[in-house]
């Protein structure tokens, strides 16, 4: 069974930065398209970013342009997700999942096959 390792989250102020981590853990697996997603308390889970691996290509949800960027590590299954310019509605559990492919698009929860257990970001005003 294929698990997503997450790092990186933490408590940080307003206008700061934390760069994300997302590791899968078997080398024989290789997905098609990595996402972010994340839960604030009482809320939905919400698409944050993907990237699909093969050509690098990235998605945004529109709350997130321009401030956080999605990344990968050469040809290994890790991506990144550096954040800029937190703000206090970022706040929430973010979560790393996993996509064999063949969806229509990779901004929906069930476009994904794998998830991580989730890494707390607080941001302060």
């Known amino acids: 069974q294929l698990q997503l390792v997450e790092s990186g989250g933490g408590l940080v102020q307003a206008g700061g930065s934390l760069r994300l981590s997302c590791a899968a853990s078997?080398?024989?697996?290789?997905?098609?398209?990595m996402g972010w997603f994340r839960q604030a308390p009482g809320k939905e889970r919400e698409f944050v970013s993907s990237?699909?691996?093969?050509?690098?290509?990235?998605n945004y949800a529109d709350s997130v342009k321009g401030r956080f960027t999605v990344s990968r590590e050469g040809a290994k299954n890790t991506v990144y997700l550096q954040m800029n310019d937190l703000k206090p509605e970022d706040t929430a559990v973010y979560y790393c999942?996993?996509?064999?492919?063949?969806?229509?698009?990779?901004?929906?929860?069930?476009?994904?096959?794998?998830w991580g257990q989730g890494t707390q970001v607080t941001v302060s005003s």
């Open positions: 078997e080398r024989s697996f290789s997905p098609v398209v």
């Open positions: 990237i699909r691996l093969s050509i690098s290509s990235t």
């Open positions: 999942a996993a996509s064999r492919g063949g969806r229509s698009g990779y901004n929906r929860r069930g476009s994904y096959d794998y």
